[in-house]
C-alpha cells in the first residue's frame, strides 16, 4: 500500500514550487479568458477604455485601464470583479488551490502552500459558493455499501437537556 508522506505546516513542501503556475502566465491566461472580445469594463459594459498606470502585485505587473464613458470613468485590471481579487494569496496559489480543490483536502493544501489554513479554507469557500450549481456532481447509483454509520438519537442523556 501507498504510504504518503507526512507533511509539515512549516513552510511549503518540498518540489511544490515546481507545481505552482508562474504569477505572469496565470494573468496572461485570465486576460486571454476575460478579454477574448476585446477590453471592456467590468462596470458599465463599454468597451471605450484605455490603458491606465500599472500596479504592482507580488512579483507582476497588473495592467489597469480607464473606463472613458463620462458616467462611469473608474479604473479597473483583468482581476476586477473576479474571484482572485483582492486576494492576500498569490495567483499561483490560487490557481493551485482551484486545481486541486477536488482532489485534495483544505487543509492539505495550505500545508503544501505553507499557508495557514482560514486563508486558503476563505478562498476555497468563495470559488465553491461561485461554482455551486453550475458543476455537475457524480451521481452515485446502483448498489452502495457503507462501513459504520453513526447517527444522532437526540439529546436525552446531555446535561442541560
Partial sequence: ML???ELQPTGPADGIELFLPDEEKCLEYLEKIRWANGV??????SKHVKKHTPYKRGDVEVQRYMCLNPRCKKTFSVLTGTVFSR????????????WNLPHRSINRIAME?????????????????ICKGKIDMLKLTGVIEMDEFYTNSGEKGKKGA
Fill in 87 to 98: 486576494q492576500g494569496l498569490k495567483l499561483g496559489e490560487m490557481f493551485y488551490i482551484v
Fill in 113 to 129: 502552500l505553507g499557508r495557514d489554513y482560514d486563508s486558503v479554507h476563505a478562498f476555497a469557500k468563495k470559488v465553491m459558493e
Fill in 40 to 45: 471592456y469594463c467590468p462596470y458599465c459594459g
Fill in 3 to 5: 504510504q504518503l508522506p
